[in-house]
């Protein structure tokens, strides 16, 4: 979706500032408590937080859900959507490459495993995915804001071209909560019906399919170039080799035609999304329980430990 451009960094954090009032208080018209409207999304609550208090990015398709759920007849979005978000976003050195071809190319393929690809991350994901390799909260905002920045080019009506076959790991894959998956999952559904993203899964138990040892992203420039990109823990490495690149998208095409439709993806997508959400449940009403019977301990802890009284016994 486009949008205009902010004139400095104090103009965009006011405005989020704003964006995050005209949410609360559209919410608080609905009687609904931020976890309450987290659950509705669904999201984590401290999402809903965050952006109330201007620190956090939504994404178009949050302030979307939001103007349905608290029927502001699209207040939301058409304010998210005049608000430059990222004006100034540092990814790591190693990653400037990839993410200065992501800013031009004119499609991409991706094949992702073990976790979510970076563009189709929800920022409760990649929040709970860099705090667990970062323990400073400012070095883990730097590091979503830069990679939620890559992501509004495709999620644009009229963005690339993007496919992506994920491996059946990536939703398995527990980051964060059940609910950040569960929210992850829900994006993953959204996003997949957009006119230029198609979103397909391989599924673990597929006889005969022999994936990728490893991610890899195949993209085309506008000049017609075509680049192999993968991942070791800490570099990105590039080919444009025309027999290394051909090899490997003849292992993508593969993949693709041997991985569910996109439909069938979805079918799956929305499975494992109520998985997580009857897990949700289960943890809920055992804490629940958990809580209750330690209240009980601790009366009987209170009763047990209390002054006692001598009864007075009749005399004979």
């Known amino acids: 979706m486009s949008r205009g451009n902010a004139t400095g960094g104090a103009a965009v954090t006011t405005t989020a500032a704003v964006f995050g009032e005209v949410l609360r208080h559209h919410r608080e018209a609905a009687a609904l408590t931020q976890e309450a409207l987290a659950r509705k999304i669904p999201c984590d609550r401290s999402h809903v937080a965050r952006v109330e208090a201007g620190s956090r990015v939504p994404q178009d ?4 859900a939001c103007d349905e759920l608290l029927g ?4 939301l979005l058409r304010l998210w959507s005049r608000i430059d978000w990222y004006p100034e976003v540092e990814h790591p050195d190693w990653f400037e490459r990839r993410a200065a071809m992501d800013a031009e190319a004119v499609a991409l393929r991706e ?7 970076g563009l189709l991350q929800t920022e409760d994901y990649a929040w709970a995915l860099f705090s667990r390799r970062h323990k400073r909260e400012e070095e883990v905002e730097e590091r979503v804001r830069a990679r939620l920045s890559r992501q509004q080019r495709f999620l644009a009506p009229d963005g690339p071209l993007y496919l992506v076959v994920l491996d059946e790991s990536c939703l398995r894959n527990a980051v964060g909560s059940p609910a950040v998956m569960r929210g992850q999952c ?9 006119p230029n993203i198609r979103v397909q899964v391989t ?12 991610s890899m992203s195949l993209i085309k420039l506008p000049d017609g170039h075509e680049w192999v990109y993968s ?12 027999a290394v690149y051909g090899s490997h998208s003849q292992t993508y095409d593969v993949l693709r035609a041997d991985a569910l439709s996109a439909g069938e993806s979805a079918a799956l997508i929305s499975e494992v999304r109520e998985g997580y959400e009857q897990h949700e449940e289960a943890r809920s009403q055992l804490g629940n329980v958990g809580q209750e ?9 209170l009763h047990r430990g209390g002054l ?9």
């Open 72 to 75: 502001t007849g699209g207040v």
């Open 111 to 117: 094949y992702q495993t073990q976790v979510m690809p």
């Open 308 to 316: 006692r009284y001598p009864r007075r016994r009749p005399r004979p």
């Open 61 to 64: 398709t949050f302030a979307k």
């Open 186 to 194: 829900a994006h993953l559904l959204s996003v997949g019906q957009r």
């Open 231 to 242: 991942e070791s823990l800490d570099r990105g490495h590039f080919s444009d080799d025309p």
């Open 203 to 214: 599924p673990a138990d597929l006889l005969g399919l022999v994936p990728p040892n490893t």
């Open 293 to 301: 019977q330690l209240q009980r301990r601790q009366r009987r802890q």
